[in-house]
Structures are given as C-alpha cells and as structure tokens.
C-alpha cells in the first residue's frame, strides 16, 4: 500500500502518509527502509515539513503489483506478439518470469491468458516501393477503425477459462434475443478488438463474436472434445472471414495478379484490382492499408489492393482524390460504373449510358 501511495503523486508529506496508512510515523520510516532495501529509490526531505519521495532509480526493482494489475500486464504480453516491433520472445519470456513468482490464486487466472492469441498489428500501413512491388502488411481497410470498446476483464479470464477446459460457454449475446450455446475455441485480438471463434451448437456452424457484446453465464457447459478448425490456422480462418470469405481451406490463387479473386484458405480478399493514381506513392501508401503502391512517376503511382466487393474496391479507391485509371480486372471497371450511375442519379444527372460498361456483379 505505501508503494501504491509513492507512485501515486511526486511527493507525500510524512504525516499525510501516515494518516493514509492509518499507521504512525514511525511505522512509515521502517516501511520506507524496507523499501529501500529491495532497491527503490526513496528521497526523504528533512525538516517539520519533510516527506518522501519516489525517484527513478539506476537499475530496475522488485516489482509489486496487485491481482487486476497482475492481469492485466499478462494480457498485455501475450498479445504483444502481434505488435510487429519484434518483442514477441522478449515478451513471451516477461510473461513466463511473471508467472513464476505469482501466488498460486493468480497463476490460474495467468494461465488462461494462454488460450489467447494475436492476430495482426492493431495498426497497419500500405508499402511503398520504387521501381518493384513490395507486398504490404496485415490487410485492413482504407478507413481508419473507430476506438474499440473496453471489454471486461472478468469477461476475458472467464472466455479463456472455457477456451482451456473445453468446456461449453453459455452466454448472453447484446444482438441476441435468446442465450448462445458454443464450443469455444479461440479467444483472439485483432486491430484492438477482441473475439470469440466457436463452434455455435444451435446452428451448426463456426461463428466470430465480439468478446465486448458477450455477457457469460455460470454455470459452464459439458466438456467436448474440440473440433477441427476448417483453415490452416484460427489467424487465417478469421481474416477470410473478416474479408468476405468463408475461412475454409481452398486451392491457392494468384492474388498478385491485376485482378483475382483470393482464396478463403489464403485469407486473401474476394477481389482485387490495380489502378493508377495521378498522386504521390508516399501520399497514397499512408491511406492504402495492406495495398501494394509501387512509384511509377513523381507524381503518379500504381496501387494494387483488395476488398471484399468489387463496388466496395471502387469506393475506396475512390477516396483518393485524384484521377484514377483501372488496370484490371474488367469487373474493377465496371464498378466504377455502377458507383457512376449512383452517383449521377444522386446528383439530379442523368448518366451517360453510352460510354459506361455493363453493371458489376
């Protein structure tokens, strides 16, 4: 509690201290000198008006935490493998050291941190190269995400749980009228948000569900024996889904072409398509998230990118404004042209037909 109070505000007086602990001064100078002596760096002011102080110290000390901080830095490393800054051991061995010094009542709660798995960076930019196409990083959107909503960390630990005893989770659903009955099998985050990938016993089928949206129900179902997950990793099972895709395995497909569309066993993009964009390739690889832009004049730039419907590619391409030239494929073009006459009729202007190509699929 005393160090809880230091690390709080800069400096404390002595008496305020004590009357906080509810303890004498005395008291407050021996726990000082215990402190001091596991290797905190404590200043003490001389005088009537004297008090302590937390300074930061040359090496680093035992470390105290509480139970729901002690949680909360276990899930901080576990998805730290996903962060992309290439701490993914240093944080798996931060986690492993953590572990061993907690108190038995914790190292379960710790444990089920273990059934939680990272997926993608929260954050991710387009590529851009000079003269050669670079493939970019994890595919998001050309839209920046809106904050992801807290969940509760009793929701997560209790997720886990489940997650690790194979047992059925029970749970109210917010978009739900009635309670869910899954078969957990991933607790997952991805681009801030968490999700539960499950097998839902009452419709046959995997489904995603937002872990902030879940409200568990006690007691736990039967245990099951887990099944197959139809991907080649949960990572690939959610991202096609997440893209349009069913997440099942599939033949792989040339998805850096000038337009294909992706395999679900890849985790590729339904569609993908090519334009030329009359904007620098720096100024357009800050917004092409997972694109590939490949410079191709001072002021003009290639960009190869994916979505989960041709109308939806055109209206991200859209975005940019500058004038765009479709490379392919030919349903990239003709979904310009829906998005024309939309846009048109929106306007009060009557389209021009003549020179539009046939509507996209």
Do not use: N
Not at 36 to 49: D, E, M, Q, V, W
Not at 178 to 203: A, C, F, I, K, N
Not at 206 to 216: E, L, M, S, V
Not at 250 to 262: D, I, K, L, Q, T
Request: proline share 7%.
């Amino acid at each position: 509690m005393l160090l809880s109070l230091l690390q709080a505000r800069r400096d404390w007086p002595g008496g305020l201290l004590a009357e906080r602990l509810a303890v004498s001064p005395r008291t407050v100078r021996r726990d000082v000198d215990r402190l001091r002596a596991l290797g905190y760096p404590i200043a003490a002011g001389k005088g009537p008006a004297g008090g302590y102080r937390l300074d930061a110290g040359a090496r680093l000390p035992p470390l105290l935490f509480d139970d729901e901080q002690a949680v909360a830095l276990a899930i901080a490393l576990r998805t730290a493998t996903a962060s992309g800054a290439g701490i993914g051991e240093a944080a798996a061995r931060a986690l492993h050291t953590v572990r061993q010094v907690m108190p038995q009542r914790l190292r379960h709660r710790i444990d089920a941190v273990g059934a939680i798995e990272a997926i993608g960076a929260a954050v991710t930019t387009g590529a851009v190269t000079t003269g050669a196409v670079t493939t970019g990083p994890a595919v998001g959107s050309a839209v920046g995400s809106a904050a992801a909503p807290p969940v509760d960390s009793a929701t997560l630990l209790a997720v886990s749980d489940a997650v690790r005893a194979h047992e059925v989770l029970r749970f109210d659903y917010r978009s739900a009228p009635v309670p869910r009955r899954v078969e957990p099998h991933h607790l997952v985050t991805r681009r801030g948000r968490w999700y539960l990938v499950g097998w839902d016993l009452d419709r046959d089928d995997w489904r995603i569900f937002r872990a902030d949206r879940i409200t568990p129900r006690t007691p736990t179902g039967p245990r099951f024996t887990p099944r197959e997950l139809p991907a080649d990793s949960v990572a690939a099972f959610v991202t096609a889904r997440f893209r349009g895709a069913d997440g099942t395995s599939g033949a792989a497909s040339s998805a850096g072409s000038a337009g294909s569309a992706g395999s679900a066993g890849s985790g590729d993009w339904p569609c993908r398509g090519q334009v030329i964009l009359d904007l620098p390739a720096a100024e357009v690889a800050q917004y092409a998230y997972g694109g590939v832009v490949e410079e191709i004049g001072p002021r003009r730039c290639r960009l190869t990118l994916g979505s989960w419907s041709w109308v939806g590619l055109a209206s991200i391409v859209g975005m940019f404004d500058a004038d765009i030239e479709v490379i392919g494929p030919p349903e990239l073009a003709a979904a310009f042209a829906t998005l024309a006459r939309r846009y048109a009729t929106t306007a009060g202007q009557p389209p021009d037909d003549e020179h539009m190509p046939t509507t996209a699929q």
